[in-house]
């Protein structure tokens, strides 16, 4: 059996891949159906543009590929985004490169920015990091010239740490980007800050 002939719940089950689930969201692992949506959202310049790794154009292929390759490694956890309700709105995902903490990564089809459900997911995705992996820092990137993506870090509690030269395979040349870091401790205080605000919010509207 190839991998492509594989059920999505056997691919599901074989690494374990969690599904987080949020107010507006479910995070869950893609399978071969998610194919056609995946291609049709990613197929935008404004999103491969301002991330290390997604190719333009993006087809059906690139999709499979990304699928394919997606849990298929430890250091790795790729998460779709879907509302609940069903409809996949983009991804997100968690990669650790030898000793360095864990990179995370995340893009929405256009249609969907502005609406505050990239910052909904980041904060799922480093909740799991933090509090089931048990992770002690995570780090995170967007191009100098991606405040949206600088906003949903600073949102989450990242802090900046500096600039570095990477390469954008959609550019096919390297870009600036703001590097930002986010340790344990910070990430309670965030989330805690984040309960409050919320408790308060409530009793307002009661
Ligand atoms: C970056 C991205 C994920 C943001 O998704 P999103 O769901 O629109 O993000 P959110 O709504 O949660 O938060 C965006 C924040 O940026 C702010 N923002 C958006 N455009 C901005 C701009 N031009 N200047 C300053 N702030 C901006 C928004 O106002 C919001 O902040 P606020 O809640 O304080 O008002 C989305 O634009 C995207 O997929 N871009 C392409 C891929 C990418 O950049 N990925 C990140 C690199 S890994």
């Not at 998610?34 to 404004?46: G, K, M």
């Not at 609406?115 to 100098?144: P, S």
Request: hydrophobic share 40%; charged share 25%; proline share 5%.
């Amino acid at each position: 059996m190839t991998l492509l002939d594989r059920s999505p719940p056997e691919s599901l089950r074989e690494r374990n891949i969690p599904v987080l689930a949020t107010e507006r969201l479910i995070l869950r692992a893609p399978c071969f159906e998610d194919a056609r949506t995946i291609a049709a959202l990613a197929n935008d310049r404004r999103i491969a543009e301002n991330t290390l790794r997604i190719p333009h154009p993006y087809g059906l292929a690139d999709a499979q590929s990304f699928i394919t390759a997606a849990n298929a490694s430890d250091g790795e956890i790729v998460f779709l985004i879907a509302r609940r309700g069903g409809d996949v709105i983009g991804g997100c995902g968690i990669a650790r490169f030898g000793e360095e903490p864990p990179e995370i990564g995340y893009w929405l089809g256009v249609s969907f920015w502005g609406q505050g459900y990239a910052t909904e997911a980041v904060r799922a995705v480093i909740d799991h990091a933090f509090g089931d992996l048990g992770y002690d820092a995570v780090a995170g990137g967007a191009r100098v010239s991606n405040p949206a993506s600088r906003r949903v870090l600073e949102k989450c509690g990242f802090q900046w740490t500096g600039v570095g030269l990477y390469r954008i395979r959609a550019l096919a040349s390297s870009a600036p980007v703001d590097r930002f870091h986010l340790d344990r401790r910070r990430w309670a205080i965030t989330r805690e800050d984040g309960r409050q605000r919320a408790w308060a919010q409530k009793l307002e509207r009661a």
